[in-house]
């Protein structure tokens, strides 16, 4: 019997936001957004149905944290007085603990997924890549089962 082959699958999804950083002094700190892509890479062994993993139900673990996200404000929590005021304007916030870098996002999203994937012992590595512009991007990898 010939060992299973391990098979990497992907899926994209895009959304639009604003952040800034608030220490930065070339240019970031001021207030602007980005058309923000995350490519969901998961490698592991076809289960009885042929699939690694089913791109729907990708979707469906992705799908709400992008809804969250979408047409947001994303800022540290601490970022004041800008977040007191766009509260006050009834901005669209997502308030993190971290400064909204696309490496620190790219972990609070990975942090979101690897759960939901702990059930499926035939997934054996997720990927996530943040697309921060077209050219810049992130990519962390974690280990699973
Ligand atoms: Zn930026």
């Not at 800034?20 to 980005?34: E, I, K, V």
């Not at 047409?71 to 509260?87: A, C, K």
Request: charged share 20%; proline share 6%.
């Amino acid at each position: 019997m010939t060992e299973p082959i391990p098979t990497t699958i992907s899926k994209e999804y895009r959304w639009e936001m604003g952040h800034r950083l608030s220490y930065h002094t070339d240019g970031c700190q001021n207030l602007h957004g980005h058309s923000y892509r995350i490519c969901v890479t998961l490698t592991g062994t076809l289960n009885q149905g042929g699939m690694v993993f089913d791109f729907g139900d990708i979707t469906r673990i992705i799908k709400p944290i992008i809804d969250d996200l979408d047409h947001s404000t994303m800022l540290h929590e601490n970022d004041q007085p800008l977040v007191d005021f766009l509260i006050s304007q009834g901005m669209k916030l997502s308030l993190v603990p971290f400064h909204p870098t696309t490496e620190e996002l790219a972990a609070w999203f990975l942090g979101k997924i690897v759960d939901p994937l702990k059930p499926y012992s035939n997934i054996s590595e997720l990927q996530v890549t943040i697309f921060e512009t077209a050219t810049s991007t992130v990519t962390l990898t974690h280990k699973l089962s």
